[in-house]
Structure formats: C-alpha cells, structure tokens
C-alpha cells in the first residue's frame, strides 16, 4: 500500500472553479484501485465547512500564518479528507481564489503557503496515525510545499503536477519573511523569479517528479511560448517531466444514468434531450448543428475568436447554446452578440445541472482555446455522443481524433480540431462542421466511436501509480 498525501485547492464536489477540482475528486478513487491511499489536503473555505458534516480534528496549530488553524478528518464522497480549518485564511464570502470583484484576495501568498507548511508537517509527524510516503502537490497553490519539507526535515519524495502553467503565484520579495521561507534560497535556481517569489517556480524546483495533464501539453512546456517564463526550468529537468491525460469521473458523467437527463445508451437517445435543452436556452427549430460550449470566460479559453467566426455557423444552420462566467468583458461581449443572433443563446453563470444537460442535448461540444493543458468538457462530450470540434493544442491535440479524410476513411475519426489558432481556421471547422453535419450516415458512425472512446481514468491512474513506484524505488 502506498500513502499518498495530496495537497490541492480545489476538489469535487465539494468546491470548484475548473479541471483541477475534478482531478482531485477523481484521480484518488482511481488511485485506490491500485493500492494508493490518497488524503486530500484541502483549505477549510466558508463553503466546504458548511457540507463536510462529521468531522475528527486530527491536529491543532497555535499560529498559522497569523492564527490558530485545526485539522480536520472527514470523509466525503468516498475521499478521505483532511480539512485546514483556519477561519482568519479561508472563512470569507466571495470565491476561493478572490473576492466579490473579482479581485484576488491580497494574502493569497499566506492563504496557500499555510496549506503547503501543514502539508510538509503532515510528512514529517505524520496525522491520525498516518504518514504519507509521497506528498502530491497540485498548480502553485501547493508549489511552496518542498521548500517548508526541507526545512521541517521531511523525506517523503514531492511529486508535482501542472495543471494550468499560467498561474504563478507570485509575490514580492518583502513577502519572504511573513512566509518562512530561507533567504539563502531566494535564488534562480530555486524559488526566486525575476526578483519575486514564485509559489509555482518553487514547485518545479523542489520536485522529485513533475507531471502535466497531457503529453502535448507537456512537449508545449518546453517552450517559450507556452512555458510562460517557466520553459528554462522545464527544459533543465526535461527528463523529470511527463505528461498523463486526464481522465474523467465515469460515474458522474454516464449518459445512461446520468439523473439530469433523459438518459440513453447511443445517439439516437439524444433527440429528447436537444429538444429539452433548445427550450431551456429559447431556441427554435434548426437543421444545423446545435453547438455547446461550457466554459470560464477567459482569454485563454478563445472566447473572443469565436465571437469572430460565430456569424460562419450561425449562417449554415448552425447554433450555439453558451454557459460560462469570468471576464466581465467577454460576458458582456457575448449577451450582446446573443440579442444581435437569434441561433445565439448565452446563460452567465455556473450550473452543473446544466452543464450535464447541455452535454447531453448539443450535437457539437466546442474547445477553442489558446492552450488546454487537458480540457475536460470535449471528454464529457465524447461520452456524451456530442462530438468536440476543438483548437489543436495540448489535450484537445490529445483526446480527439480529427475527421480527416484518412481517420474518416478508417472510421475512427471522433470530432474536428482546427489549426492555427484563429478566427480564419475556427470559421473553416465551421464550414467543415456543417458539410459533416449534414452527412448523417458518417456522423452517427463518429457519434457513436466518440461514446466508445475510453475517457475515464484507468490507463492514467496506472501511470500515475508508475510516477510514485519509481520515486519511491519501488517500481519493476
Ligand atoms: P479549466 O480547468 O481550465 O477551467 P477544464 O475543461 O479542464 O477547464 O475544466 C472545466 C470544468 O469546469 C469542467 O468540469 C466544466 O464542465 C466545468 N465548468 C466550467 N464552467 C462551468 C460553468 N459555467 N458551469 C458549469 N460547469 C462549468
């Protein structure tokens, strides 16, 4: 049995903005199929205290970064949790990350170096009778965690995964005293980054192995385009790094069972659903694709390149049903393209529920991001028969196989992916969507190879378990 402690800030279901919270809800049942003990270590934020119900503490601090935390057992949703309760960090309104406008919140350097320091205590005394063999962080929120294991004297080997490299962490130098961390190692070769810390960087240095969230996007790392700063360090530890795709949870996304839905086993049980999720979203009839795209609204996500080429669907039949939230910009941007369109529907906000249903009721998932380290919403697509017409980079490069004449020639093409990443290249996806569209024969033969696609985590949970044998020296 290996113990795995992993450190994250974010985990389905109990909170989530993005990918990483499904990752840390998933990958530790998957884990478990292989002998893997995994406890989450997870801030005690306003929102999580409130569902975790039963709890044992397990450990108490006097003064955690400006306060006294506790440590919470609990169990939820099969996870064994360990909860940092440690009201003056996490017992706020607003989102986990920032408050009501959006901003970050101004101790976030604190708020996620608190959680790193109890993770690296949690590897030297161990917590309920119980001491990690590998600590497993996730994105910069857990980056800082080898630099207090050096200096609490932990052994246990730090394994790192990268689940979005756009985000730092970073903090001025002054920060360096209020956060404990050693002088000596405010170096480039450690933690120090164009003169300021970075959560992130000291990750990357302090692992033992580093991981990304697909193979594409772990060759794109390496460069400076997609490395954002962080390519050097990459580059140096290239044969440390590895790419492992994400999987997604089958249980909760099974469009045979899924309880949001009219459930169905192959595509021709999708009808009902389009039909309920047209009437959800306001739009009439159409012989068009009825297009998807569940999102945050940001840059990277394309969002602006697809209001771009949107008037190329829209004018061949084609429509959009939109759920998202983020940027107030790019929110605005859309409603008023969605009164301009009729074949345009957009919600704001964030609806699981409808998410599910859109996946079931859309004949099209749309992917168009800059970069996607993984992307999780054409894998639900897949399963769903609703097939992804996706940017080719990092996971959509990775997880969708391309109607080109040769794929389609061997019936195994299971969407569109389109290159470069532009408005121009969206547009002609778009016409290529429709022509396929209206093929019904060859769209039901993807339709359903896209369903029989193995989306879940069982080959990554192997690869996973491969990472902590060969750092533990315990592996063939
Ligand atoms: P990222 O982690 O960059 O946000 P991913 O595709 O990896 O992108 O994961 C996004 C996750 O968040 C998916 O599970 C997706 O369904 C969910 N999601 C994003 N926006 C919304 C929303 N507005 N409503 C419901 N779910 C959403």
């Not at 084609?318 to 983020?326: E, K, M, N, T, Y």
């Not at 109607?403 to 532009?422: C, D, E, M, N, Y």
């Amino acid at each position: 049995m290996t113990k795995a402690l992993f450190v994250v800030s974010e985990c389905a279901p109990l909170v989530k903005t993005g990918g990483l919270a499904d990752v840390a809800g998933a990958l530790p049942l998957a884990l478990a199929a292989h002998d893997v003990q995994v406890r989450v270590l997870l801030p005690g934020y306003r929102n999580v205290m409130k569902q975790i119900g039963k709890t044992k503490p397990v450990a108490t601090f006097d003064d955690l970064f400006g306060g006294a935390a506790k440590l919470l057992a609990c169990t939820v949703a099969g996870l064994d949790l360990l909860i940092l309760d440690a009201p003056h960090l996490y017992d706020r309104d607003g989102s986990i990350y920032g408050d009501a406008t959006g901003a970050d919140w101004p101790d976030n350097a604190e708020r996620f170096a608190a959680l790193c320091k109890t993770a690296a205590a949690i590897a030297v005394d161990g917590v309920d009778g119980w001491t990690p063999d590998i600590v497993h962080g996730h994105d910069w929120q857990a980056g800082l965690t080898p630099e207090y294991m050096i200096d609490a004297g932990a052994k246990a080997p730090f394994v790192f995964t990268i689940h979005n490299i756009a985000f730092h962490g970073n903090v001025g130098a002054d920060k360096l005293g209020a956060l404990g961390l050693d002088p000596a190692r405010f170096t480039s070769d450690h933690f120090e980054f164009w003169g300021q810390i970075s959560a992130l960087k000291a990750g990357l240095a302090g692992a033992t192995k580093i991981n990304t969230v697909s193979q594409t996007y772990a060759e794109e790392l390496l460069t400076p385009e997609f490395g954002i700063g962080m390519d050097g360090i990459l580059r140096a530890r290239q044969s440390d790094v590895s790419g492992i795709v994400n999987g997604i949870d089958l249980a909760a996304w099974d469009p045979a069972t899924d309880p949001n839905i009219k459930p169905y086993q192959t595509p021709a049980g999708k009808t009902a659903n389009k039909k309920a999720l047209r009437k959800t979203f306001g739009l009439g009839a159409s012989n068009g694709p009825l297009c998807v795209l569940v999102s945050r609204l940001t840059e990277q996500k394309g969002i602006d390149l697809l209001l771009d080429a949107l008037p190329a669907l829209l004018a061949r039949g084609g429509q959009l049903a939109l759920l998202g939230s983020g940027d107030p910009r790019l929110e605005v941007a859309l409603l008023e393209a969605a009164d301009r369109h009729e074949n345009l529907s957009v919600k704001i906000g964030y609806d699981e529920a409808l998410s599910h249903q859109m996946m079931a009721g859309g004949d099209v998932i749309l992917v168009p991001s800059r970069f996607e380290p993984c992307g999780l919403t054409q894998l639900y697509g897949l399963r769903y028969g609703t097939l992804p017409l996706v940017a080719l980079t990092g996971g959509l490069a990775d997880t969708v196989i391309n109607a080109s004449p040769a794929a389609l020639a061997r019936r195994v093409a299971t969407g569109i992916q389109f290159f470069p990443i532009t408005a121009q290249a969206l547009e002609n996806a778009f016409v290529r969507l429709t022509d396929l569209f209206s093929d019904k024969k060859t769209w039901k033969a993807m339709q359903s190879n896209a369903m029989k696609q193995p989306v879940g985590w069982e080959t990554s949970a192997v690869r996973y378990k491969d990472i902590y044998d060969s750092v533990l020296g315990t592996g063939q």
